[in-house]
């Protein structure tokens, strides 16, 4: 097999490994023809390599257990009841299963856009697929179409836009001794919710990435939404990041990145919030959330914010019942 050029993008294949429960699989289409999209490439110095050419597939699967979704929502700071006393994971914890993975295996790429709509409750403990299309638009552009199921349901859908990385594009490198010890330490317990070795995306080969992830950045919003809004803020139908000239969030403020929210004309069937994400007087990320205040739960007629207020009543009964 002959190729002129240079693969569009290049997979070190040992990065798999940081993701500790995942099943990631790679399909080809034209896998059993004479010019492959994806080429295995056997490197003795930098590891196992998938040489990208063409459009593929990215199949995968995992589970979350209720611990990893409590610790999730210990770190990004939502105060949503459903995904502790309810089986309801959180939507911002789908959006990381969906942006991480890219993020790690595919370091050469820039996402530029995120575009996510949610179409069920995903719960704990479900079997989940995610299924990523790569298209690749021209020399520019790429299109990663996503589907996450769940119960042989769609719960969400995405778009992601990106481009491969220019290969005199300036590198950003933080001085370790610059860090924020204690919001790295967040950012390590947000890899362990999901499963995967926060060193996987943190060392680069020539250098260690002390910058968010952009996958850490897009699941801050849902939680400023609940707590800004007191919890009846219903639940997330879309959400929108655009990640314009990607520059990443050093790990080194003393607070970490921070959501800033603006609700849009009120509507009686949605609302729409225009979010912003900065890091002391910079402004990085812009976006929008489309939420339904009126969201149910899967296979019943009444909102979630009235069941989570019948619960909340029957267990303060409950616990009046014990101290009479």
């Not at 693969?7 to 492959?36: Q, V």
């Not at 490198?173 to 943190?202: M, P």
Request: a positive charge; hydrophobic letters at 40%; aromatic letters at 8%.
């Amino acid at each position: 097999m002959n190729r002129t050029g240079a693969p569009i993008l290049k997979i070190p294949l040992n990065r798999t490994e940081g993701f500790l429960s995942d099943t990631i699989i790679f399909r080809d289409a034209k896998a059993r023809t004479p010019h492959p999209n994806l080429e295995l490439k056997k490197d003795n110095a930098n590891g196992p390599q998938m040489l990208v050419w063409g459009k593929f597939l990215i199949k995968h699967e995992y589970q979350i257990a209720k611990k990893d979704g409590e610790l999730f929502v210990d770190v990004t700071n939502d105060k949503n009841l459903i995904h502790r006393k309810g089986n309801i994971v959180p939507g911002a914890m789908t959006v990381s299963k969906i942006i991480l993975p890219l993020e790690i295996l595919f370091a050469d790429m820039e996402i530029s856009s995120v575009n996510i709509k949610f179409t069920r409750s995903a719960f704990y403990g479900a079997k989940t697929c995610s299924l990523f299309l790569w298209q690749f638009i021209n020399d520019n552009n790429i299109q990663i179409d996503i589907r996450t199921y769940q119960q042989n349901e769609i719960i969400a859908s995405a778009i992601v836009l990106g481009r491969p990385k220019s290969l005199d594009k300036h590198i950003q490198q933080v001085d370790e001794l610059l860090v924020n010890e204690s919001c790295f330490a967040k950012v390590q317990a947000y890899f362990k919710s999901l499963g995967i070795r926060s060193d996987s995306y943190v060392e680069k080969g020539k250098y260690k990435d002390y910058t968010y992830p952009l996958a850490y950045i897009a699941s801050l919003p849902s939680a400023e939404i609940v707590n800004q809004l007191s919890g009846q803020g219903g639940m997330i139908n879309v959400l929108r990041m655009d990640f314009g000239n990607y520059e990443r969030i050093p790990i080194t403020g003393d607070k970490g990145p921070e959501v800033k929210l603006a609700r849009a004309k009120k509507r009686n069937s949605f609302n729409k919030i225009l979010t912003e994400v900065a890091e002391g007087l910079v402004t990085y990320y812009k976006g929008l959330a489309i939420v339904n205040p009126i969201a149910k739960f899967q296979n019943s007629s009444e909102p979630v914010i009235n069941k989570l207020i019948h619960l909340q009543e029957k267990t303060r009964t409950m616990a009046g019942h014990k101290e009479a």
